[in-house]
Protein backbone atom coordinates (compact mmCIF):
# COMPACT_ATOMS: atom_id res chain seq x y z
CA UNK A 1 0.00 0.00 0.00
CA UNK A 2 1.29 3.27 -1.12
CA UNK A 3 0.86 5.91 2.04
CA UNK A 4 0.08 8.85 2.83
CA UNK A 5 1.03 10.00 6.33
CA UNK A 6 -1.44 12.60 8.02
CA UNK A 7 -1.17 13.53 11.93
CA UNK A 8 -3.43 15.48 13.82
CA UNK A 9 -3.08 16.84 17.15
CA UNK A 10 -5.97 17.92 19.29
CA UNK A 11 -5.30 20.96 21.88
CA UNK A 12 -8.43 19.82 23.25
CA UNK A 13 -9.21 18.32 27.15
CA UNK A 14 -6.04 20.26 28.70
CA UNK A 15 -3.56 18.90 26.12
CA UNK A 16 -3.12 22.77 25.00
CA UNK A 17 -2.69 24.00 28.22
CA UNK A 18 -0.13 21.10 29.25
CA UNK A 19 2.18 20.89 25.94
CA UNK A 20 3.23 23.03 23.33
CA UNK A 21 1.56 22.17 20.12
CA UNK A 22 3.33 24.41 18.00
CA UNK A 23 6.80 22.61 18.81
CA UNK A 24 4.98 19.11 18.45
CA UNK A 25 3.88 20.30 14.58
CA UNK A 26 7.22 21.33 13.88
CA UNK A 27 8.77 18.27 15.14
CA UNK A 28 6.09 16.15 13.25
CA UNK A 29 5.90 17.93 9.90
CA UNK A 30 9.85 18.63 10.50
CA UNK A 31 12.06 15.05 12.10
CA UNK A 32 9.03 13.25 11.28
CA UNK A 33 8.19 14.05 7.34
CA UNK A 34 5.00 13.76 8.16
CA UNK A 35 3.52 15.87 5.12
CA UNK A 36 0.30 17.00 6.40
CA UNK A 37 -0.12 17.73 9.96
CA UNK A 38 -3.51 19.92 11.64
CA UNK A 39 -4.26 21.21 14.76
CA UNK A 40 -7.77 21.42 16.32
CA UNK A 41 -8.70 22.52 19.68
CA UNK A 42 -11.88 19.99 19.89
CA UNK A 43 -10.96 16.87 16.91
CA UNK A 44 -13.59 14.70 17.80
CA UNK A 45 -16.39 17.31 16.53
CA UNK A 46 -17.81 16.64 13.03
CA UNK A 47 -16.01 19.58 12.19
CA UNK A 48 -12.46 17.69 13.46
CA UNK A 49 -13.71 14.52 12.17
CA UNK A 50 -14.70 16.46 8.48
CA UNK A 51 -11.21 17.64 8.67
CA UNK A 52 -9.95 14.27 8.40
CA UNK A 53 -11.87 13.07 6.06
CA UNK A 54 -11.48 16.03 3.89
CA UNK A 55 -7.55 15.08 3.54
CA UNK A 56 -8.63 11.67 2.89
CA UNK A 57 -10.43 12.33 0.17
CA UNK A 58 -8.79 15.38 -1.28
CA UNK A 59 -5.16 15.05 -0.30
CA UNK A 60 -4.92 10.77 -0.71
CA UNK A 61 -4.24 10.56 3.32
CA UNK A 62 -4.31 6.99 4.12
CA UNK A 63 -2.18 6.76 7.13
CA UNK A 64 -3.30 8.51 10.14
CA UNK A 65 -1.55 9.90 13.36
CA UNK A 66 -4.76 10.72 15.91
CA UNK A 67 -2.71 12.65 18.78
CA UNK A 68 -5.71 13.49 21.16
CA UNK A 69 -7.06 11.39 23.57
CA UNK A 70 -7.63 7.87 24.35
CA UNK A 71 -7.71 4.78 21.92
CA UNK A 72 -10.15 3.86 24.18
CA UNK A 73 -13.11 6.37 23.60
CA UNK A 74 -13.98 8.22 20.39
CA UNK A 75 -13.10 4.80 18.76
CA UNK A 76 -16.40 5.13 16.19
CA UNK A 77 -15.16 8.98 15.11
CA UNK A 78 -11.41 7.88 14.33
CA UNK A 79 -12.26 4.90 12.53
CA UNK A 80 -12.08 5.22 8.78
CA UNK A 81 -12.59 2.70 6.73
CA UNK A 82 -9.32 1.49 4.48
CA UNK A 83 -7.05 4.25 6.61
CA UNK A 84 -3.99 3.11 8.84
CA UNK A 85 -5.01 4.79 12.16
CA UNK A 86 -2.35 5.12 15.13
CA UNK A 87 -3.63 6.77 18.32
CA UNK A 88 -1.59 8.61 20.32
CA UNK A 89 -2.64 9.03 23.66
CA UNK A 90 -1.66 12.94 24.61
CA UNK A 91 -4.42 13.19 26.88
CA UNK A 92 -4.27 10.35 29.70
CA UNK A 93 -0.62 9.55 29.40
CA UNK A 94 0.32 13.00 28.77
CA UNK A 95 -1.51 15.50 29.54
CA UNK A 96 -3.98 14.75 32.64
CA UNK A 97 -1.08 12.35 34.20
CA UNK A 98 1.55 14.82 33.34
CA UNK A 99 3.05 18.14 35.35
CA UNK A 100 2.01 20.69 32.46
CA UNK A 101 4.09 22.90 30.31
CA UNK A 102 7.35 20.97 32.30
CA UNK A 103 10.42 19.54 29.66
CA UNK A 104 9.91 16.34 30.25
CA UNK A 105 6.44 16.46 29.25
CA UNK A 106 7.02 18.15 26.74
CA UNK A 107 9.72 15.66 25.84
CA UNK A 108 7.46 12.52 26.08
CA UNK A 109 4.73 13.89 24.08
CA UNK A 110 7.57 13.91 21.46
CA UNK A 111 8.49 10.33 21.99
CA UNK A 112 5.00 9.22 21.74
CA UNK A 113 4.48 10.85 18.30
CA UNK A 114 7.80 10.03 17.20
CA UNK A 115 6.59 5.96 18.15
CA UNK A 116 3.66 6.53 15.79
CA UNK A 117 5.09 8.10 12.71
CA UNK A 118 7.28 4.80 12.74
CA UNK A 119 4.54 2.38 13.64
CA UNK A 120 2.50 4.36 10.98
CA UNK A 121 5.37 3.83 8.70
CA UNK A 122 5.67 -0.16 9.06
CA UNK A 123 1.92 -0.52 9.42
CA UNK A 124 -0.11 -2.47 6.46
CA UNK A 125 -3.78 -2.60 6.57
CA UNK A 126 -5.07 -6.43 7.51
CA UNK A 127 -5.45 -8.65 4.12
CA UNK A 128 -8.62 -11.18 4.67
CA UNK A 129 -7.85 -14.53 5.01
CA UNK A 130 -8.95 -16.15 1.51
CA UNK A 131 -8.85 -19.82 1.85
CA UNK A 132 -7.61 -22.42 -1.24
CA UNK A 133 -10.35 -24.32 -0.82
CA UNK A 134 -14.41 -23.44 -0.58
CA UNK A 135 -15.83 -23.05 2.60
CA UNK A 136 -17.31 -25.57 3.87
CA UNK A 137 -21.07 -25.19 5.20
CA UNK A 138 -21.27 -28.36 6.88
CA UNK A 139 -21.36 -28.72 10.57
CA UNK A 140 -20.26 -31.80 12.91
CA UNK A 141 -21.74 -32.26 15.88
CA UNK A 142 -19.73 -34.92 18.13
CA UNK A 143 -22.04 -36.60 20.31
CA UNK A 144 -25.73 -37.81 19.81
CA UNK A 145 -26.78 -37.04 23.34
CA UNK A 146 -29.54 -34.63 24.19
CA UNK A 147 -26.98 -31.36 23.50
CA UNK A 148 -25.46 -33.04 20.57
CA UNK A 149 -29.40 -33.98 18.94
CA UNK A 150 -30.87 -30.45 19.81
CA UNK A 151 -27.32 -28.72 18.40
CA UNK A 152 -27.81 -30.69 15.21
CA UNK A 153 -31.45 -29.96 14.84
CA UNK A 154 -31.14 -26.12 15.78
CA UNK A 155 -28.11 -26.21 13.21
CA UNK A 156 -30.46 -28.13 10.52
CA UNK A 157 -33.04 -25.45 10.92
CA UNK A 158 -30.70 -22.49 10.48
CA UNK A 159 -29.97 -24.14 6.94
CA UNK A 160 -27.02 -26.12 7.57
CA UNK A 161 -26.13 -29.43 6.34
CA UNK A 162 -25.02 -31.64 10.12
CA UNK A 163 -22.89 -34.54 10.42
CA UNK A 164 -23.50 -36.07 13.53
CA UNK A 165 -21.31 -38.58 15.01
CA UNK A 166 -21.91 -40.84 18.18
CA UNK A 167 -19.78 -43.29 19.91
CA UNK A 168 -23.37 -45.68 20.94
CA UNK A 169 -24.95 -47.85 18.83
CA UNK A 170 -28.13 -45.93 19.92
CA UNK A 171 -28.86 -41.93 20.11
CA UNK A 172 -29.99 -40.61 23.44
CA UNK A 173 -26.74 -40.53 25.57
CA UNK A 174 -27.55 -40.00 29.18
CA UNK A 175 -30.94 -39.03 29.13
CA UNK A 176 -32.10 -42.86 27.53
CA UNK A 177 -31.97 -43.63 31.41
CA UNK A 178 -34.28 -41.24 32.17
CA UNK A 179 -38.49 -41.77 32.09
CA UNK A 180 -40.03 -38.53 32.81
CA UNK A 181 -39.03 -35.15 32.82
CA UNK A 182 -40.71 -32.18 35.55
CA UNK A 183 -42.43 -29.46 33.56
CA UNK A 184 -41.68 -25.57 34.55
CA UNK A 185 -42.29 -24.70 36.72
CA UNK A 186 -41.27 -28.23 38.21
CA UNK A 187 -45.20 -29.12 39.21
CA UNK A 188 -45.93 -32.07 37.22
CA UNK A 189 -43.54 -35.03 35.41
CA UNK A 190 -44.40 -35.93 31.57
CA UNK A 191 -42.71 -38.82 30.05
CA UNK A 192 -39.13 -38.19 28.61
CA UNK A 193 -39.79 -36.63 25.15
CA UNK A 194 -36.49 -37.61 23.94
CA UNK A 195 -37.77 -40.34 21.23
CA UNK A 196 -39.54 -37.21 19.21
CA UNK A 197 -36.25 -36.01 19.16
CA UNK A 198 -34.63 -38.48 17.91
CA UNK A 199 -37.10 -38.97 15.36
CA UNK A 200 -36.60 -35.69 14.50
CA UNK A 201 -32.92 -35.90 13.65
CA UNK A 202 -33.11 -39.68 12.45
CA UNK A 203 -35.65 -38.55 9.54
CA UNK A 204 -34.16 -34.79 8.51
CA UNK A 205 -32.81 -34.91 5.23
CA UNK A 206 -30.07 -32.42 6.42
CA UNK A 207 -28.85 -34.47 9.29
CA UNK A 208 -26.76 -37.38 8.76
CA UNK A 209 -26.67 -40.07 12.01
CA UNK A 210 -23.27 -42.27 12.34
CA UNK A 211 -23.93 -44.02 15.62
CA UNK A 212 -21.29 -46.67 16.58
CA UNK A 213 -18.89 -44.34 15.21
CA UNK A 214 -16.06 -42.03 16.34
CA UNK A 215 -14.07 -39.02 15.07
CA UNK A 216 -10.87 -40.93 13.75
CA UNK A 217 -9.02 -37.77 12.43
CA UNK A 218 -9.66 -34.20 11.71
CA UNK A 219 -6.88 -31.54 9.93
CA UNK A 220 -7.30 -28.26 7.74
CA UNK A 221 -8.71 -24.73 9.38
CA UNK A 222 -11.74 -23.21 10.19
CA UNK A 223 -14.06 -23.90 7.52
CA UNK A 224 -12.14 -26.42 5.60
CA UNK A 225 -11.66 -29.08 8.28
CA UNK A 226 -11.56 -32.58 7.16
CA UNK A 227 -12.73 -35.00 9.03
CA UNK A 228 -12.14 -39.04 8.91
CA UNK A 229 -14.76 -40.93 10.83
CA UNK A 230 -14.53 -44.60 11.69
CA UNK A 231 -17.71 -46.91 11.77
CA UNK A 232 -17.72 -50.67 12.24
CA UNK A 233 -14.02 -50.57 11.80
CA UNK A 234 -14.28 -48.90 8.09
CA UNK A 235 -13.34 -45.15 7.53
S1 LIG B 1 -12.25 13.97 23.56
FE1 LIG B 1 -10.32 13.58 22.49
S2 LIG B 1 -10.59 14.39 20.46
FE2 LIG B 1 -12.22 15.26 21.71
S3 LIG B 1 -11.43 17.22 22.43
FE3 LIG B 1 -10.88 15.73 24.00
S4 LIG B 1 -8.85 14.97 23.43
FE4 LIG B 1 -9.69 16.04 21.67
Not at 9 to 28: H, K, Q, W
Request: proline letters at 4%; aromatic letters at 6%; one cysteine or more.
Amino acid sequence: MEKKTAAYICSGCGIGDALNIEELVSLTTGDLKVPICRTHANLCSQEGAALIKQDIEKEGANALIIAACSPRVMYDVFNFENCIVDRVNLREQVAWSQPAGDENTQMMAADYLRMSAAKVAAMELPVPYKPEKELSKTILVVGGGLAGMTSAVEASKAGYQVVLVEKEAELGGFQKKVGQIATFPYKGLVDNPLSDLVKEVTSSPKIKVYTGARVEKTAGGPGVFEVSIKQNGTT
